[in-house]
Every structure is written in structure tokens, then in C-alpha cells.
């Protein structure tokens, strides 16, 4: 089995707005874009226009509709998941052959895919179901936080992000070390309220959630505003378009 570090004073993580999250899955096609056609082993993608599609994702999105308990009104949620980069990373003490490992680092969790037998205790283990047996590989696979792009001095400094969140358009993926109380993402997990994905677990997951704004409540500024008409009375052709279906 593969203990974890002691203590991991940077801690690397995600922050993820479900308030600002639009669904787009973006940060899915990105993920699996640069993780299939750049440093890591690609990832499978078999039968993609076929009966029977199989493939392998790093990240992905799931819609909720949720419902207050006070009675308010229904709001679409949704939620991106990935590896979370648990302290306590359950997927880590459970594999024989110490291919999960924890880097004590900068508390990014990998995989070794060279020591990985495929036997699947670690997707067993892992509560998130963040875990993905490659078909193709027949190895496990993971969230990497794109370490070979962070640390890439090749790169510009705006691309030495995970994927992910370089291409979010809605600006609701946040990288940073929340190991460092003073980082712009600790600081914004405090503002706003940023918790745990079941808690309940033990885990302590490094990645946050900022939660979503009741959007029946919502009131200026927060809200949109209103917009007022630009003019009283349509003209041109649109005007006399009005005009003629009115005689309809």
C-alpha cells in the first residue's frame, strides 16, 4: 500500500463557482484535448460516432435541478467534477502496487501509469467516482491538474494553468495553492462561503465549491437590469411589419 506525506504545505487545487458554471462543457473538451494530444498517454475515445461509444474523461459535467427546501423556485445547477486531490486520499493507502501517490510537494495526486495493474481499488475507493479505467490502456486514470502545463516555463505565464480553467469562458474554474491562506482562491473560498464535496468522508478534498445564489432572490446589483425601450413607436420596416401583422 502507498502512504501518503506527512504534510504537504502547498496544496494545489481547484475552485469551482457553481454559481458562474453555465454548463458549456468547455473544460471537458479541453481537458481531454490536451491530455490525449500532449504529454500524458492519450486518452481512449473508441466508437466515438458508433452504436456503442467508450472513452475515458479526466473531468466531466453533471445537471442538476434542484429545488429549495423552503419552497422557492427550481434552478438548474451545474456541477463539474474531477479528481478533488484529497489530503486523505483514500485512492492512494488502497493501491498494492503504489502506483496512486500523493506528492508531498505540492499535494497534486497521480498516478504512475508504468506500477498500475488496472485492478480498480482505487476507483472502488475513491468516493467521488473521480477515477476512470482506460479501455485501451487498461490502466487507471486520473486528473493530473495538467502538471505539465503549470510548471512548463515554455509556456506564457497565463497558460500555466490547468487546461480547464484557461479556457473556461464563464471565469468559473480558479487555480491556485490553498494551502496559502493569503492566495486569491483562499481568499475567495472565505468570501464566498467555498466548501467540501461531502465532507462527511474524511477525506478533506482539496478542490472547493462556492455555492450558487438563489436566483429567485436576487436583487440589483446583483441582478441584471432591466432594460428600457429604445424607442415608443417601431419604424422603417419593421414598423410597417408590425403594422400588417396587427391586421392579421
Known amino acids: 500500500m502507498t502512504a501518503l506525506p506527512e504534510r504537504s504545505e ?3 487545487g481547484l475552485v469551482i463557482d457553481l454559481d458562474t458554471c453555465v454548463g458549456c462543457h468547455a473544460c471537458v473538451i479541453a481537458c481531454k484535448g490536451w491530455n490525449t494530444q500532449n504529454q500524458g498517454a492519450p486518452l481512449a475515445d ?3 460516432y458508433g452504436e456503442n461509444p467508450m472513452g475515458t474523461f479526466l473531468n466531466r459535467i453533471h445537471t442538476y435541478e434542484a429545488t429549495p427546501t423552503d419552497g ?6 451545474h456541477m463539474p467534477k474531477s479528481c478533488l486531490h484529497c489530503e486523505s486520499a483514500p485512492c492512494v493507502t488502497v493501491c498494492p502496487t503504489g502506483a496512486s501517490y500523493k506528492r508531498a510537494e505540492d499535494g497534486i495526486v497521480l498516478v504512475n501509469e508504468d ?3 488496472g485492478c480498480g481499488l482505487c476507483a472502488w475507493a475513491c468516493p467521488y467516482g473521480a477515477r476512470e479505467l482506460d479501455p485501451a490502456a487498461g490502466v487507471m486514470k486520473k486528473c493530473t491538474l495538467c502538471i505539465d502545463r503549470i510548471y512548463n516555463d515554455n509556456l506564457p505565464e497565463p497558460d500555466r494553468v490547468p487546461a480547464c ?3 473556461c469562458p ?3 474554474r480558479h487555480f491556485g495553492d490553498l494551502g496559502d491562506p493569503d492566495s486569491a482562491v483562499s481568499r475567495l473560498v472565505a468570501e464566498r462561503g467555498g466548501y467540501d464535496l461531502m465532507p462527511e468522508m474524511g477525506t478533506r478534498p482539496v478542490n472547493k465549491y462556492l ?5 429567485d ?5 446583483d441582478a441584471a437590469p432591466t432594460l428600457s425601450p429604445v424607442a415608443s413607436d417601431a419604424g422603417g420596416f419593421f414598423g410597417w411589419l408590425d403594422k400588417m401583422l396587427e391586421k392579421l
Open 46 to 48: 473508441m466508437d466515438a
Open 170 to 172: 464563464a471565469g468559473a
Open 10 to 12: 502547498r496544496k494545489l
Open 165 to 167: 480553467v484557461r479556457t
Open 217 to 221: 432572490r436576487l436583487s440589483a446589483p
Open 211 to 215: 455555492p450558487p445564489r438563489r436566483k
Open 72 to 77: 422557492g423556485a427550481c434552478q438548474t445547477v
Open 115 to 117: 506500477a498500475c495493474i
